[in-house]
């Protein structure tokens, strides 16, 4: 499996993890998605992983799947177009369960364009900082396709339902500046200042309480759907394990000792 079409590294605690296609505006073909995969699995289980950075390299971000490369595989395969088609899905769902459902926050860099299943590359990343340079658009309507890689889930769980069906029934493009206000993303910055932004977000997480801030998007995602007893179980659970490590004892003891100056 090639490495390359998925940059990955990991230095003191973060995960780099840069999208490496940018002759095919990084469209995921099988071998990215196999790629993905492994990877995702790796960075939800490494203990020596506390923030991901998720970037890619080119002017676009992510074109979601390489229409040529999967229509090629399923001219060779027996199995039919439908069925080569459902088993990539598959396998990128897999990884994006396993990072969604991982105790390691994600911040995305997001430099250019973003259509299609690239919009949900993107979004499983939980803060999203952006250049003013990137757009976003689903074009699925355009080719006759319907949503994958999350997408129906994730964008309508970021804009609400009724903008997510403006964005996948319609061939509009959001620039920047309206998926800011639109709250599909976190952030926009200067194309220059990205990079840096992004890298702050995720240095952040891992000079705080990273056990914390793990578990608090854990919850955030858990908390999705679920009856409202048990979000507040398990809110009780984590705060109380939470209260027990060295960070969060050392800064309650210092807030109280700062309230009983007041």
Known sequence: MPDDVILFDVRDGLAHVTLNRPARLNAVDPEAIARWQELAHEIAERDDIGA????????????GGDVVAMSELAAGSSDGAG?????????????HRALRESTKPIVAAVQGPVAGGGLGFMLVADVIIVSERATFASRYSDIGLTPDCGVSTLLSEAVGVRRALELTLTSRTLTAAEALDWGLVAEVVAPDALADRARAVASAWLSGPTAAFGQTKRLMHAGLGRPFQDALDDEARTIGASIETPYARAAVARFAAASAKR
């Open 52 to 63: 991901v950075l998720f970037d890619a390299n080119g002017r676009a971000f992510c074109a």
């Open 83 to 95: 069925e080569v088609v459902r088993r990539l899905a598959d396998r990128i769902h897999d990884g």
